[in-house]
C-alpha cells in the first residue's frame, strides 16, 4: 500500500509533466494507451534530466 507524503507534489508533477510534454510535442491527454513508449519515455526522461540539472544548481 503506497502513502502519499506530500500531497501537493502530485499535481506540482503532473503539471510538470504536461509543460515537458507539450515542449517536446508529446500529446499527453487523460488516456495515453496509444503513444509509444518511446514518446512517454522521452517526457520521463527529460523530466529526470531537468530535476537533476534544478538539484546541482542549487548544491554548487
Known amino acids: 500500500m503506497s502513502r502519499v507524503l506530500i500531497p501537493e507534489a502530485k499535481q506540482g508533477l503532473a503539471t510538470f509533466k504536461n509543460e515537458v510534454a507539450g515542449e517536446l ?5 487523460e ?3 496509444d503513444l ?3 514518446q512517454c519515455g522521452s517526457v520521463g526522461g ?3 534530466k531537468r ?3 534544478d538539484y546541482e ?3 554548487k
Open 46 to 48: 527529460e523530466m529526470v
Open 51 to 53: 530535476m537533476i540539472q
Open 36 to 38: 509509444s513508449s518511446r
Open 25 to 29: 510535442g508529446v500529446p499527453f491527454k
Open 31 to 33: 488516456y495515453n494507451g
Open 57 to 59: 544548481s542549487h548544491i
